[in-house]
Every structure is written in structure tokens, then in C-alpha cells.
């Protein structure tokens, strides 16, 4: 307990100065989030650092927050993020075990708070830990009231497009109501969007946004830790880029589709597709790896469950190689030494295989999840 007060000690005291300064990324979404709710084009914002690559409903949530002052707006949605990650941790464990025990939530807490994904998340201002919270709310809810988790995931896309990733698991499972939901829920952002704008905005988004976002060039930079900033430090030819990256997301999505429909294990499914979006993804920030909480939590309570002591050691390395950082990643930048710069993808790939061994091992953990309780019942030793 003394380990986990001293570094929830210390990751407030980052958390401020945090507060204090600036979050780069937060200022982007309120300053296009200003510019939606007063019926500018967002994408034409000449004053922010970067472009914003979300579709105009994505803004829709932090018009709340350009009514007040940037600084407090700025507070108010930090410390909204790092509570969020405490409950992804307390809702991952109670959709894992039923029950959250209170050792267990500080040992995954203290983990997660010294690991740099968390702490380029918080400082970047980034919303990958609320957008997981809600995508969580959503499995919770799946089973008994698909309805509502349709709700929920449909918030969650609208929120953090990407998400649109999980419609191929909850196809795959036949959750057809849920998927109604959530499409439903999808177009009434889109149309509130439309009526503080226009449609034309987007046209534009379509046309003008998403083009340079396909780029496959400048993806070596070390932030990016999915296989196309892996595939990037290897080769500097952009159409070999695309093409092997191409290659390697059929393949992966071939294996999680065909592994969703031989195997039954509902969590451990869901969690594989977590550790692929981050893999599968072009721009895979080493932020956007604080998704991999839930596997995290999920493989390591079936390892201690099951004793599956042989598998201790790799999981270990994959959590000790997705929460480093290297600070000055420039010495590093020629090949072949240039290849350790992608420590997290790594560990993502670790993960991923250990994943795959736990939904076909001889003692697998099967969880009858009923979406209140998590009530795991253990069918095949």
C-alpha cells in the first residue's frame, strides 16, 4: 500500500504541472471545438499546432468545455482523464473477476502509473483513457442489456472513431441489437453535428482531411510503436511501407475474425481485438497503449488463476517493454540499431501471442460473462 501512496503521490504532483502548463493536444479540440460551436470549419484553424484528424461530431463532447476558460477547461478535462484511468482499472476488474479486490486494483494502478503510455496520455491531454472507460461500460453492459451497451458504444465511436474497430466484434458475437443501437446513436451525432454546421463540412473532412492521413510517410518517428512505425525504421520506401502493411492487416484481421468464430471465450476475444487495433493501427501513438489495460488485467489474472507459470516471464517483459520510454530516441535513429525504438510494439506482439495461447490452451479460462457480475465458470481443465 506504501508503493502505491507514494507513486499516486507522485503522478499528482505531474498531474499539476500538467494542469499548470499546457496539454498540446487538449488545446487543439477545444480551440476546433470553439470554431465548430460558432459554425467555422475547424480543419482551417490556422492557430493550432497540428491538424485535428477527428470528424466534426468527435468535437461535439468538448463544447461543454469552450465555455469556460481554457486553463479551467484544460483542469477539469486532466483531471477527468486520470480519474478515468482508476476507473478502468476498478471496471476492468470487476468485468474480469466480479468482485474488485482492493490489492489487486492498487497493484495494476501503481503498475499502470509508472508507465509512460499513462503519463503521455495525461500529458498530452490526450482522451484515450475516457474513450476506454466508456468502450469498458460497454462490454460491462453487452450481455443483459444490449440495448444500453449499443447506446454506449455508439458514444464511444462518436467519441474516438477508431472504435468503429470493435462493430466487427460485436458482429462476429451476432449482437445485432447492440449494433442497431449503436448505429442509431452514431447518426444522431452526425446529425446534431450537421445542424451546427452544414454537411459540407463533411465533404471537406472526406476529402481534404482524411487523404494526408493515409500517408505512409514520416511513420518512423518513435512515438508511433504499431507495425507501420516498426515496418517504417526498417525500410524508408513508402510504397514497400504500404504494401507490407497492408499484408500484415489482412493477415491480422483474418486471424482475430477466425479466432472469434472457433473459440467462444467472449473476454479473452474482445481482448485480442484491444492488443490488434493498437498493432493494426498506422498512427499508434504510445499513448493509444493504455487501451492495453483491459488485456493486461484480463491475461494476468488468468495467468495467476491458472498458474501458467511459463507464461509469467514473457508477460513481465511485454509490461516492462510497453511502459518504456526512450528519452532522447535520436541516438538510436540508424538502422539496424534504429529496430529497439519499437519497444512497444514489441510488447504489444508479445501480448498478443500469450493472448492467443490462452484462448486455445488445454486450461482456458472460459468466463461466463453475464455483463452484472462477471461470474466466471471454469468448464475444461
Known amino acids: 500500500m506504501g508503493f502505491f501512496l507514494v507513486s499516486l503521490g507522485l503522478a499528482l504532483s505531474s498531474l499539476y504541472k500538467i494542469i499548470s502548463t499546457s496539454a498540446p493536444d487538449f488545446q487543439v479540440l477545444w480551440l476546433t471545438s470553439k470554431d465548430l460551436l460558432i459554425g467555422k470549419n475547424p480543419y482551417l484553424n490556422q492557430v493550432i499546432f497540428t491538424g485535428v484528424g477527428y ?9 461543454p468545455l469552450t465555455l469556460l476558460p481554457y486553463r479551467a477547461a484544460q483542469g477539469i478535462f486532466i483531471a477527468l482523464s486520470f480519474t478515468s484511468f482508476f476507473a478502468v482499472v476498478y471496471l476492468s476488474l470487476k468485468i474480469v473477476s466480479g468482485r474488485v479486490n482492493w ?3 492498487m497493484v495494476a494502478s501503481t503498475i499502470g502509473l509508472w508507465a509512460f503510455p499513462l503519463k503521455f496520455t495525461l500529458g498530452m491531454g490526450q482522451n484515450n483513457l475516457l474513450a476506454l472507460f466508456i468502450l469498458l461500460l460497454c462490454l460491462y453492459f453487452s450481455k443483459k442489456k444490449p440495448s444500453l451497451a449499443g447506446i454506449i458504444l455508439g458514444i464511444a465511436i462518436s467519441f474516438k472513431t477508431i472504435f468503429a474497430f ?3 466484434f460485436f458482429i462476429l458475437k451476432r449482437k445485432w441489437k447492440l449494433l442497431i443501437y449503436s448505429a442509431l446513436t452514431i447518426l444522431i451525432f452526425i446529425f ?17 482531411v482524411i487523404p494526408p492521413l493515409l500517408n505512409y510517410s514520416g511513420r518512423e518517428i518513435y512515438f508511433n510503436q504499431g507495425f507501420m512505425g516498426f515496418i517504417s525504421r526498417v525500410s524508408s520506401d513508402i510504397p514497400l511501407r504500404a504494401t507490407i502493411n497492408n499484408i500484415f492487416s489482412v493477415l ?40 492495453l489495460i483491459f488485456p493486461y488485467i ?15 516471464f514473457p508477460f513481465v517483459v511485454s509490461l516492462f ?28 506482439v508479445i501480448l ?24 466466471k465458470v471454469k468448464v475444461r481443465k
Open 192 to 208: 446534431i453535428t450537421i445542424l451546427l454546421s452544414n454537411l459540407n463540412l463533411y465533404i471537406f473532412y472526406l476529402q481534404k
Open 252 to 291: 491480422v484481421l483474418a486471424a482475430i475474425t477466425a479466432f472469434s468464430l472457433m473459440r467462444k471465450n467472449y473476454l479473452l476475444t474482445f481482448s485480442l481485438f484491444v492488443v490488434s487495433l493498437v498493432l493494426l493501427d498506422s498512427l499508434s501513438w504510445q499513448h493509444h497503449f493504455v487501451w
Open 55 to 63: 470528424p466534426a461530431n468527435s468535437l461535439l463532447f468538448y463544447i
Open 298 to 312: 484480463l491475461i494476468g489474472y488468468s495467468l495467476v488463476k491458472f498458474r501458467l507459470k511459463k507464461l509469467f
Open 352 to 375: 498478443w501471442i500469450i493472448n492467443i495461447y490462452l484462448l486455445f490452451s488445454e486450461r482456458e479460462l472460459h468466463l461466463n460473462f453475464d455483463g452484472d457480475t462477471g461470474r
Open 321 to 348: 517493454l510497453v511502459g518504456w520510454n526512450f528519452k532522447n530516441p535520436a541516438l538510436f535513429s540508424y538502422f539496424p540499431v534504429s529496430l529497439i525504438l519499437s519497444n512497444t510494439f514489441y510488447g504489444g
Open 166 to 168: 470493435f462493430l466487427l
Open 103 to 105: 490489492l489487486h486494483f
